[in-house]
Nanobody, 115 residues
Framework: QVQLVESGGGLVQPGGSLRLSCAAS????????MGWYRRAPGKQRELVAA???????NYADSVKGRFTISRDNAKNTVYLQMSSLKPEDTAVYYC?????????WGQGTQVTVSS
């Protein structure tokens, strides 16, 4: 059984920064791609950023240049460094990991950007 636990969300002013973390635990041999998604109120869930096991990255156009995804394979952890945050970044952020033939989701962490 695999669990993903996110942390680091919260309330931040526009222009501020936050760092999200997601740690995977359980029966893990290796983790394939990891990523961050978000769901804003009234909107569909969207991909924010993804990183492969080979550390290739992919970003949504709306966050390019502001967000950075990284991972620590020794800790089975993926990070999302968010800078220059905007009110439209407000959402619940979910971690996703591909492990074996399955995909796993974290429980979500709220990020609110407001003055």
């Amino acid at each position: 059984q695999v669990q993903l636990v996110e942390s680091g969300g919260g309330l931040v002013q526009p222009g501020g920064s936050l760092r999200l973390s997601c740690a995977a635990s359980g029966s893990i041999v290796s983790i394939n791609a990891m990523g961050w998604y978000r769901r804003a109120p009234g909107k569909q869930r969207e991909l924010v950023a993804a990183i492969t096991s080979g550390i290739s990255t992919n970003y949504a156009d709306s966050v390019k240049g502001r967000f950075t995804i990284s991972r620590d394979n020794a800790k089975n952890t993926v990070y999302l460094q968010m800078s220059s945050l905007k009110p439209e970044d407000t959402a619940v952020y979910y971690c996703h990991a591909g492990i074996g033939f399955h995909g796993y989701w974290g429980q979500g962490t709220q990020v609110t950007v407001s003055s």
